[in-house]
């Protein structure tokens, strides 16, 4: 009796035993991450595996010893973005640009090892504004602009700051590069007063107007700075008064106790901001215009609501005058959206967005700070959109209803606006969402060889190149693979690139330069293409 208790109880033991040596192994990853320039081993490095598709795979997290190793165990399979982070340092690829991560695909039982990750020292930019007579400036803000080599590429607003009590301002963890630097002064206090000058002062004129490093007021004429992995460099301004410009208008239909404010915006790259009180019969005037694009806006309080209107002007070398500002009311638009053959059990977490849009890439830039209003869906995918106001816009979609899913139509008065619409009052808009968009994946390849980490864009015929919603876009693994789902059915480009920063893709210029290194499909609904995509140089102006 004694021996077949024990027998019974092995069988247990044995069956696990079988199980184990039958169990698929999970998956490891491990490597390295040193310092550039050099070889230097980086520790205390945060390395973040998360799962592209989560409901697949999982989020795992390790950090570097004292030698630079990470080791990543028990991983599920499935595809990855490995992402780094550690204070004061920037992941670059071999190539020493700029990465967000490497995309991985990772097989179940597989041993990922001999991993190399290289991290670039960031850069700082710190300095001190001051007046002619060496007082400090304070609460002046300071925009700080990326420059690229070429001449294709406007400079892009990277940051902006504003000077302490002291006139002292810091930018910290830029990536090594050129940079051009501005400061910005705050909204003349003069132009807010309630008493008006009966006649022009030389003195009223001369003002503090932006200036771009080293002490220019003119954009093109401004100076970059180079910044080395490492640096810690000191840009300083003397603030000099310079002649400056006016705009006079008109604001009509509302009355002063509605408290109207008359604010000036730039258009370009430098958002600087002026504005004025409006008098009693209306007039206002903006002291203090240097030369330039500005958006003209008037709001007023009326019944809880806002009341605004707009209005673009352009200063050149002398004063604007006949600005005519009518403020109108705020309006709803009611909408609903509309779900193909597949109505989704999540659909309050869907959302819809109405976003501003300009009719040209200068005024795409300027809108690029614009707000947006979103709107979530009820149960039965009705939205509201409140406090519009006219203007040119694109409506979106966001929730996450399928990997095929996408917005098919934007429907007023029956007639499809997706590439964009004039709002100019209560209207009402409805939004068709399918769920057969097409697919396209393949692999890309360079001198023959798998192109890992570059990004595949589908770009779509050029009516739709400003709903930016309507692009699609990949990256490529280990191995050189991508995918592309939900695809609207029509015409597309599709393009390979590394070193592109991203949205550039987007500039009506840089496609037009790439013509002949894009691949054109046709895509049908439910389609799927398989294509073997050749890497395309990006040129140095364009990086």
Same mark, same amino acid.
């Given at each position: 009796m004694?021996?077949?208790?024990?027998f019974?109880l092995c069988l247990?033991l044995?069956?696990?035993?079988?199980?184990?040596?039958?169990a698929?192994?999970?998956?490891?990853?491990?490597?390295?991450v040193?310092k550039?320039?050099g070889?230097?081993?980086?520790?205390?490095?945060i390395?973040?595996?998360?799962?592209e598709?989560?409901k697949q795979?999982?989020? !795992?997290?390790t950090?570097?010893?004292?030698e630079?190793h990470?080791?990543?165990e028990?991983?599920?399979?499935?595809?990855?973005?490995?992402l780094?982070e +550690?204070?004061?340092?920037?992941?670059?690829?071999?190539r020493?640009h700029?990465?967000?991560?490497?995309?991985?695909?990772?097989? %179940?039982?597989?041993?990922?090892?001999?991993?190399l990750?290289?991290?670039?020292?960031?850069?700082?930019?710190?300095?001190?504004?001051?007046?002619?007579?060496g007082d400090?400036?304070?609460?002046?803000?300071?925009s700080?602009?990326?420059?690229?080599?070429?001449? $294709?590429?406007?400079?892009?607003?990277?940051?902006?700051?504003?000077?302490?009590?002291l006139?002292?301002?810091r930018?910290?963890?830029?990536?090594p590069?050129?940079?051009?630097?501005?400061?910005?002064?705050p909204?003349? #206090?003069?132009?807010f007063?309630?008493?008006?000058?009966?006649?022009?002062s030389?003195?009223?004129?001369?003002t503090?107007?932006?200036?771009?490093?080293?002490?220019?007021?003119?954009?093109?004429?401004?100076?970059?700075?180079?910044?080395?992995?490492g640096d810690?460099?000191?840009?300083?301004?003397t603030?000099?008064?310079?002649?400056?410009f %006016?705009?006079h208008?008109?604001?009509?239909?509302?009355?002063?106790?509605?408290?109207?404010i008359?604010?000036l915006?730039?258009r370009?790259?430098?958002?600087?901001?002026?504005?004025s009180?409006?008098a009693?019969?209306?007039q206002f005037?903006?002291?203090?215009v240097?030369p330039?694009? !500005? @958006?003209?806006?008037?709001?007023?309080?009326?019944?809880?609501?806002?009341?605004?209107d707009?209005?673009?002007?352009n200063?050149? $070398?002398?004063d604007v005058?006949?600005?005519?500002?009518?403020?109108?009311?705020?309006?709803?638009?009611?909408?609903?959206?509309?779900?193909?053959?597949?109505?989704?059990?999540?659909?309050?977490?869907?959302?819809?967005?109405?976003?501003?849009?300009?009719?040209?890439?200068?005024?795409?830039r300027?809108?690029?700070?614009?707000g947006?209003?979103?709107?979530?869906?009820? %149960?039965?995918g009705?939205? @509201?959109?409140?406090?519009v106001?006219?203007?040119?816009?694109?409506a979106l979609?966001?929730?996450?209803v399928?990997p095929?899913?996408?917005?098919?139509a934007?429907?007023i008065?029956g007639n499809?606006?997706? @590439?964009?619409f004039?709002?100019?009052?209560?209207?009402?808009?409805?939004?068709?969402?399918g769920f057969?968009?097409g697919?396209?994946?393949g692999?890309?390849v360079d001198?023959d +060889?798998?192109?890992?980490?570059?990004?595949?864009? $589908?770009?779509?015929?050029k +009516?739709?190149?400003?709903?930016?919603e309507?692009?699609g876009?990949?990256? @490529?693994?280990?191995?050189?693979?991508?995918? #592309?789902?939900?695809?609207?059915?029509?015409?597309?480009?599709?393009?390979?690139w590394?070193?592109?920063?991203?949205?550039l893709?987007?500039d009506?210029?840089?496609?037009?330069?790439q013509?002949?290194?894009?691949?054109?499909?046709?895509?049908?609904?439910?389609s799927?293409?398989?294509?073997?995509?050749?890497?395309a140089s990006v040129?140095?102006?364009?990086?």
């Amino acid at each position: 009796m004694k021996h077949i208790c024990l027998f019974v109880l092995c069988l247990p033991l044995l069956s696990l035993s079988l199980c184990a040596q039958g169990a698929p192994k999970q998956a490891s990853l491990s490597g390295t991450v040193i310092k550039e320039p050099g070889d230097q081993p980086l520790k205390k490095v945060i390395l973040n595996l998360v799962a592209e598709d989560q409901k697949q795979g999982g989020n !795992y997290t390790t950090d570097t010893d004292v030698e630079g190793h990470f080791l990543f165990e028990n991983v599920e399979p499935g595809r990855y973005r490995l992402l780094l982070e +550690k204070t004061g340092f920037h992941p670059i690829n071999p190539r020493g640009h700029h990465t967000d991560g490497a995309i991985l695909t990772v097989e %179940r039982g597989q041993e990922i090892s001999g991993l190399l990750f290289q991290m670039l020292q960031s850069a700082v930019i710190t300095g001190k504004v001051v007046d002619e007579d060496g007082d400090p400036m304070p609460s002046y803000g300071v925009s700080l602009l990326k420059r690229y080599p070429g001449k $294709a590429r406007h400079p892009e607003l990277a940051a902006e700051e504003r000077t302490n009590d002291l006139g002292e301002y810091r930018f910290s963890g830029l990536f090594p590069g050129q940079y051009f630097v501005a400061v910005v002064p705050p909204p003349d #206090i003069r132009n807010f007063g309630h008493s008006r000058e009966s006649q022009r002062s030389a003195r009223a004129d001369m003002t503090y107007l932006p200036t771009y490093y080293p002490g220019t007021n003119d954009g093109t004429m401004a100076a970059p700075i180079d910044l080395r992995a490492g640096d810690e460099l000191p840009v300083n301004f003397t603030m000099i008064p310079s002649h400056s410009f %006016r705009i006079h208008g008109i604001v009509t239909g509302i009355s002063v106790n509605q408290k109207p404010i008359v604010q000036l915006v730039s258009r370009g790259v430098i958002q600087s901001m002026n504005g004025s009180d409006v008098a009693a019969d209306g007039q206002f005037e903006i002291r203090g215009v240097a030369p330039g694009s !500005y @958006t003209v806006m008037v709001t007023a309080q009326a019944d809880s609501q806002t009341l605004t209107d707009r209005q673009t002007v352009n200063v050149v $070398a002398a004063d604007v005058d006949g600005v005519k500002l009518v403020p109108v009311r705020p309006f709803t638009v009611s909408g609903h959206v509309t779900f193909e053959n597949n109505w989704p059990k999540n659909i309050n977490d869907c959302s819809a967005y109405l976003r501003p849009a300009g009719e040209s890439d200068d005024e795409e830039r300027s809108f690029a700070s614009s707000g947006t209003t979103a709107a979530q869906l009820d %149960r039965i995918g009705n939205f @509201t959109w409140t406090g519009v106001t006219p203007g040119h816009y694109v409506a979106l979609f966001n929730g996450d209803v399928g990997p095929n899913a996408y917005l098919k139509a934007v429907l007023i008065g029956g007639n499809d606006y997706t @590439t964009g619409f004039n709002l100019t009052g209560p209207t009402s808009i409805d939004l068709v969402v399918g769920f057969r968009g097409g697919m396209v994946e393949g692999t890309v390849v360079d001198h023959d +060889k798998a192109a890992g980490n570059v990004t595949v864009v $589908a770009v779509p015929e050029k +009516k739709y190149r400003r709903a930016h919603e309507r692009f699609g876009t990949a990256s @490529t693994d280990q191995y050189g693979h991508f995918t #592309i789902r939900g695809l609207a059915a029509g015409s597309y480009t599709i393009f390979a690139w590394q070193d592109l920063d991203a949205t550039l893709y987007y500039d009506a210029a840089f496609l037009k330069s790439q013509e002949d290194n894009g691949t054109s499909i046709k895509v049908e609904e439910e389609s799927r293409q398989l294509l073997q995509l050749k890497l395309a140089s990006v040129p140095a102006e364009w990086q």
